[in-house]
């Protein structure tokens, strides 16, 4: 039995960043020797093992072949002849293929060191084409990698073009789908991760909605960058530049979609996009069963950003069914996650990313204001029911009008 870490592990390490998750491989053994070792067996899938002391797994050296469509349409060979060589033939990428042993011997047969060193992220071999999934993987190391200078080789991306065109990427579930996007979505320059789906042509399959910005003008007075898509891709970057959550991230990628179904005759301009971008908005969350969180924001963010950047100028009653549609009395958070993506949004565009944004303290008094309105004494003068409600309306509103003459 001999025992090897690999993948990340190996990889982060030969490339100077701390390792967070490791990987075993065992060569030479037996299920029945791993549970005689006290070893705790995880899934029915294939063999992985718990460590009993550390609860770290160990998975037997395995080859696999395909089966079926998507994701899990394979079938899982392991075995004590089952070579450390074989094992690794069947991972993603060179620089994800390579193990280490405890004395810190490196086994690279398919040269991931050299394309860890020309910052190049390539396929294994032609295996890679059997499972979609792959497709989403390669595409958010391309955006982890990104600031160390990766790029995916240009066979690599041909094959993930042949994947995306193949019909496999229908195949994956929306949990796996939601999982990987999630995920690349938090790295360090999330819109690597759509420029590459873009580049394959998976965006146009997984997220049409998205694909469909780009090339659809807006007025370059607003949007020096003038491309729809290349401005979105802008908002991504300074969320992230930004350390903005997933739930502000998501909004970010999907807060223009309905600038995709403008009439080309209305060009650039794009009136009431906010309306008509709720149904995308809609469909891709829809589409990938997004978290409760992200799905909500994502449509409030899309209805109401240019309320934000408006803001300044809205009119009090205005301002209180801004803050009514955050429900700020019972959720501040969310609302501030809205001025968040609002400013990413106002960022996010060519020349402009340094601007200031006073709409976001503007924004953030005025919802201070309104949650300063005490209930106390209008229950003390009788108020109840309905007529609670609309005399609380009616002081918030008051409220509001007297901040915004102090705000000149």
């Known amino acids: 039995m001999q025992i090897y870490k690999v993948g990340g592990a190996v990889r982060d390490r030969l490339l100077g960043i701390p390792v967070t998750d490791i990987d075993r491989v065992v060569v030479g053994a037996t299920a029945e020797q791993m549970l005689a070792l006290g070893f705790r067996p ?14 770290e797994e160990y998975a037997l050296a395995r080859t696999e072949r395909k089966s079926g469509r998507g994701y899990g349409g394979f079938v899982f060979h392991a075995s004590p002849d089952v070579t450390l060589e074989q094992d690794l033939i069947r ?15 490196l086994t690279d047969p398919y040269n991931g060191q050299r394309d860890l060193d020309a910052r190049v992220l390539r396929h294994v071999s032609p295996a890679f084409a059997e499972d979609p999934l792959r497709v989403l993987r390669v595409a958010r190391f391309a955006a982890r990698y990104a600031p160390l200078g990766f790029k995916v080789a240009e066979e690599t991306l041909e094959l993930m073009r042949q994947l995306s065109d193949s019909g496999e990427l229908q195949a994956l579930t929306a949990e796996r789908s ?26 146009k399959v ?5 694909d469909a910005l780009f090339g659809v003008p ?21 969320a992230a530049l930004h350390r903005q959550p997933l739930t502000v991230r ?26 008509t971008g709720l149904k995308p908005i809609k469909a891709v969350n829809e589409r990938f069963k997004v978290p409760r969180d992200c799905q909500e ?21 205005t301002l209180l069914e801004l803050l009514q549609s955050f429900d700020v009395y019972r959720r501040p958070q969310r609302f501030e996650e809205f001025i968040a993506a609002c400013e990413m949004d106002a960022r996010g565009r060519k020349g402009l ?42 002081e918030r509103l008051r409220a509001l009008k007297a901040y915004k003459e102090a705000a000149g």
């Open 42 to 55: 995880v899934g029915a899938d294939f063999p992985v093992f718990l460590d009993p002391k550390t609860g």
């Open 91 to 105: 991972r993603d990428l060179t620089i994800n293929a390579m193990a280490e042993d405890d004395h810190g011997n």
């Open 178 to 203: 939601w999982k990987e996007i999630s995920r690349a979505l938090m790295e360090n320059q999330p819109q690597v991760f759509i420029q590459v789906l873009r580049d394959c042509t998976a965006l």
């Open 206 to 210: 997984l997220m049409p909605e998205v």
């Open 218 to 238: 807006q007025p370059e007075a607003h949007h020096p960058e003038i491309d729809t898509g290349v401005h979105t891709l802008s908002v991504l970057e300074q």
């Open 250 to 275: 998501w909004a970010c990628l999907l807060h223009d979609l309905g600038k995709g179904l403008t009439p080309e005759h209305e060009w650039p301009r794009h009136i009431a996009h906010e309306h």
């Open 297 to 317: 924001l994502a449509l409030l963010v899309g209805q109401y950003h240019t309320h934000g950047h408006r803001a300044l100028e809205l009119k009090a009653s």
């Open 353 to 394: 990313e340094e601007r200031s944004y006073p709409q976001a303290d503007y924004l953030r008094g005025a919802a201070a204001a309104a949650r300063a309105v005490a209930v106390q004494p209008l229950l003390e003068k009788g108020f109840k029911g309905p007529e609670l409600g609309e005399a609380l309306k009616r």
